[in-house]
């Protein structure tokens, strides 16, 4: 269907009759046809929102506002595709022949080991859905509504009818909304419309007959406000909201596969095709050649079959992908989508937003300016407690009149809110429902002493204009009970210098000394603090909008503010990790260069950081911009325009780069980006759709953190393909050598059978746990082209493919020379497979350093609970009668197992030597 085609469709549907209900149950249809009164009048809402209880009780009679689930294969059914696959099929045929040629026990094992791979992948993979359904839930979308006149973050999911909700650019529309007031307010409708372009909204009604994309006083779920301010009333939610009607196309399951794994799967399915080819072979090899009859050429060819196929590399390899998404997400990094798990452990370079993410974004008001005075704030945090200092010497706040004046024009040109969490009072804490700056500013105002909802209350805001990067301003327009009307303005400093003609003193206003302020302004970046200045201007007392010509002059200037917001300790920890790992750490930030600078150097970026700022990148072509990524540690009075060339440019330079961001601007950096990590607590709804990863905690230590997980993952991955390919190899040439001479096989199907199922389970999956290996972060970053078979370790499977073979017919011949008998043979070389597979498992557990210390010869946890398994499992193959009657083992002299476990310690110990000396030989190539 082209998009004309679909918007057509959609239109069409649009065009019906759509009735949603109101509380009481009630049908009320086209609410984009009536008046924004009369929905409040019908859906029992009211300018000020719901109250709690109200809103508590309809989210209890209607449910809560999601969309209904896409259906999901039932448990047999997914039990029953676990059996769809190559390996399978070429295990069952093998079964089903061993059984018309009366191998009873042969076939009965092949279908145990077969129903064990398929329970353990149906449990893999309910557990894989599981995860992912506990994953949305931690990044579940949040939504700014009004509740009995205040606002309130709730989660999207508790939005409900009648609800008044607040949107601004970012914002994902959390329900169906019919505007109540709307200002320069756009949204992309695309999800519903296939209009690319965003919609100007307003809130005056429009026919019943609209198609859906004329609408222009609705806002529905889904789409996405890419600019402007506006509030709406809830008139559908969950499954009768437009986005309800076409939630079959949003709901599929997350599949759990990766690039690694697909490529993986696809290398499983070429070694079983070759592994066949080699296996017909042989047969016709042994029956023409080495005059093997046929049914035990037969037997033969399974057992190879079964020794040279990794069956359970997938899984495993899956596993250990969920294990380690899951390691992350405790530590508060949320995988959305499992790729970034492998990229995340060749990252070369973050850039980082500071405020949050290097900060702790607890705005605190530092420092006030006024044009006699300059006066340092005390308190921390949002707490409404601290005092006014002048030259260090107390002063009563209500006495400075142009402070006063000041204080009162921040917390009127102000969105945010704070209150008290409902917890004891000894132990209560003050959350900011807002920018955090706004809030900072609400707790100077208290701490001034002003009634803050009082003063609202008395100075009502009539219009405003909304904060914008392109403008780096905000304005309100006020009216008192009095019949006065002012402007409030409140942007960077150097802006508002600009618009302003005179600045406000105890004896009235006086013209504007520009230089003077601006060198304030610098002072206080100097000291590491964000500054903001405000203005007032006056204003008719008829005058009911607001326009950017009404703001463009003649403001006068009321004085500064400076905010800190320390570097959190864990960041400056972070970074100097990142720094010994070789990872670059580029702070990208909105502030004055100053203030950047005094962060980036508190935070440990470099002794004297080099800073550029937005300005210097709009007047860098392509190749002064390559070089000027090379060396620049922090950007300051950036846009998310520059944030995308910087990603750019870093990328073209070969380099694997996560980007942080929380803007709806950030999200095509955020998407360019090989690893875009949006901000879970302060971020938009957009950033978070196009990021990879979401932070709960916005913290950049969280980030690192996540970076050494995936360094991880991929010495786990590499790990498991390092043990799984070699001790399969090892089986299958022991195998392939027999038939080759002509000799009695030292193992049968049904023994490597035995032996595949015991490791796969519970040696093979411990490597999943692996925890970081000892300077996994003082390691550069893998390069972004590195192959997962390197060189290095074909050439380690190929060895111990080989010394394991060596090994097996050395114990088989051994036991023939001393006229054991074949059964006890064959027990032997099979306890041997799996002692060395054991001992191997330890020195794989190490790619980077030795395994002979105690820490790589205790284990983990994981570990020792898969070899203790293993051995019990092995004693009962070797000493309970059962086993040897259904396996054909014997049990064993005490002398025998001394010298296998012998054989384990010299294959570890020839291993080890091997992997020192290839160190020393790379060391002395590199000098190093």
């Known amino acids: 269907m082209s998009q004309g085609d679909e918007k057509r469709d959609n239109n069409d549907r649009g065009n019906t009759d759509r009735l949603s209900t109101a509380p009481g149950g009630a049908a009320t249809p086209n609410w984009h046809a009536i008046e924004a009164p009369e929905c409040l009048a019908q859906l029992a809402s009211g300018s000020d929102g719901l109250s709690a209880a109200e809103a508590a009780s309809r989210l209890a009679a209607d449910g809560p506002n999601r969309l209904p689930e896409a259906p999901r294969r039932g448990p047999l059914v997914r039990f029953a595709l676990q059996f769809h696959n190559l390996l399978i099929y070429v295990l069952l045929a093998s079964a089903l022949v061993s059984l018309l040629l009366g191998h009873l026990l042969d076939s009965l094992v092949i279908l145990i080991v077969v129903v064990l791979n398929a329970i353990i992948g149906f449990l893999q ?251 340092e704030v005390g308190g921390a945090g949002y707490i409404p407690a601290g005092a006014f200092t002048r030259a260090g010497i107390e002063v009563d706040p209500a006495q400075q009149a142009p402070l006063v004046d000041l204080i009162r024009a921040a917390v009127l040109c102000n969105d945010a809110e704070t209150r008290q969490t409902e917890m004891q009072p000894a132990d209560a804490a003050w959350l900011v429902d807002g920018d955090p700056m706004e809030g900072a500013l609400v707790v100077l105002g208290a701490k001034a002493g002003l009634d803050v909802p009082a003063l609202r209350k008395a100075i009502p805001r009539t219009d405003e204009i909304p904060f914008d990067a392109a403008h780096r301003f905000m304005a309100t327009l006020h009216h008192d009970h009095e019949g006065n009307a002012f402007i409030v303005v409140k942007g960077a400093p150097e802006r508002l210098l600009a618009m302003a003609h005179a600045a406000r003193t105890r004896d009235g206003d006086r013209p504007i000394d520009r230089e003077i302020w601006s060198a304030r302004a610098d002072d206080l970046a100097a000291q590491g603090q964000r500054v903001l200045a405000f203005a007032v201007k006056p204003a008719g007392a008829g005058q009911q909008s607001l326009t950017f010509a009404d703001v463009e002059d003649g403001l006068v200037l009321l004085g500064l503010v400076g905010f800190i917001d320390p570097p959190r300790g864990e960041a400056v920890a972070a970074v100097a990790e990142c720094q010994s790992a070789g990872i670059r750490v580029v702070m990208i930030t909105g502030d004055h260069a100053i203030t950047a600078r005094e962060i980036g150097q508190q935070l440990g970026l470099a002794r004297a950081p080099v800073v550029r700022t937005g300005d210097e990148i709009d007047r860098l072509d392509d190749a002064d911009m390559a070089r000027a990524v090379r060396d620049t540690t922090v950007f300051a009075r950036t846009t998310p325009e520059h944030k995308l060339r910087l990603v750019s440019a870093l990328q073209a330079q070969g380099l694997t780069v996560a980007m942080t961001g929380d803007g709806v601007n950030d999200a095509p950096a955020l998407k360019r980006a090989d690893v875009g990590v949006a901000m879970g607590c302060k971020g938009t709804e957009a950033s978070k759709q196009a990021a990879e990863m979401v932070l709960a905690d916005d913290n950049f230590a969280s980030i690192v953190t996540a970076v050494k997980e995936g360094r991880t993952v991929y010495d786990n991955l590499r790990k498991v393909i390092g043990w799984t390919l070699p001790t399969n190899g090892g089986q299958a040439i022991t195998i392939l050598g027999a038939v080759a001479m002509g000799w009695t096989l030292p193992i049968t199907p049904v023994q490597i059978l035995w032996v595949n199922m015991v490791s796969a389970v519970a040696l093979g999956m411990t490597l999943a746990f692996e925890p970081a290996e000892p300077g996994s972060m003082s390691r550069p970053p893998r390069r972004r082209d590195e192959p997962l078979i390197s060189g290095e370790i074909a050439w380690q499977i190929l060895l111990v493919t080989m010394l394991f073979a060596i090994f097996a017919f050395g114990m088989f011949f051994w036991a023939e020379q001393r006229g054991l008998p074949i059964e006890e043979a064959r027990t032997i070389v099979v306890n041997t497979i799996v002692v060395l597979e054991i001992f191997y498992l330890f020195n794989v557990r190490y790619v980077h350093g030795s395994s002979l210390t105690w820490q790589g010869v205790l284990g983990t946890r994981a570990v020792l609970i898969g070899v203790g398994a293993t051995v019990i499992a092995q004693l009962a193959f070797t000493y309970v009668p059962a086993f040897n009657a259904a396996f054909e083992t014997r049990p064993m002299s005490l002398l025998d197992g001394a010298v296998i476990l012998g054989a384990g310690v010299l294959l570890l110990i020839v291993i080890e030597a091997e992997k020192l000396l290839r160190r020393a030989v790379a060391n002395a190539r590199t000098g190093g």
């Open 125 to 375: 993979e309910g557990k894989a859905e599981r995860a992912l359904d506990a994953i949305r839930a931690m990044i579940d979308p949040k939504a700014t509504v009004l509740r009995e006149g205040a606002r309130r973050t709730v989660a999207a999911d508790e939005v409900v009818c009648g609800d008044i909700v607040l949107l601004e650019a970012g914002d994902r529309v959390p329900a169906d909304l019919r505007l109540l007031r709307s200002r320069n307010l756009r949204i992309d409708e695309a999800i519903l419309t296939g209009e690319s372009v965003p919609v100007e909204k307003t809130t005056a009604p429009v026919a019943e007959v609209a198609p859906l994309a004329e609408r222009t006083a609705m806002a529905y779920s889904g789409t996405l406000v890419t600019g402007g301010q506006a509030s709406g009333v809830v008139v559908a939610a969950g499954a009768a909201t437009e986005l309800g009607r076409i939630s079959r196309l949003l709901g599929t399951v997350e599949e759990m596969k990766t690039p690694l794994i697909e490529q993986m799967d696809r290398f499983a399915r070429q070694i079983t095709l070759v592994v066949l080819g080699i296996s017909a072979a042989a047969f016709v090899f042994a029956v023409l050649l080495r005059s093997y009859d046929m049914e035990e050429a037969f037997m033969a060819m399974v057992g190879l079959a079964v020794a040279a196929i990794p069956e359970g590399l997938p899984a495993v390899m899956t596993i250990t992908l969920a294990v380690g998404v899951q390691r992350m997400a405790e530590r508060n990094a949320i995988i959305r989508r499992l790729p970034a798990v492998e990229t995340l452990g060749s990252v070369s370079v973050i850039c980082s937003d500071k405020t949050g993410t290097l900060t702790r974004n607890e705005m605190t008001v530092q420092a006030v300016v006024t044009a006699e005075a300059s006066y």
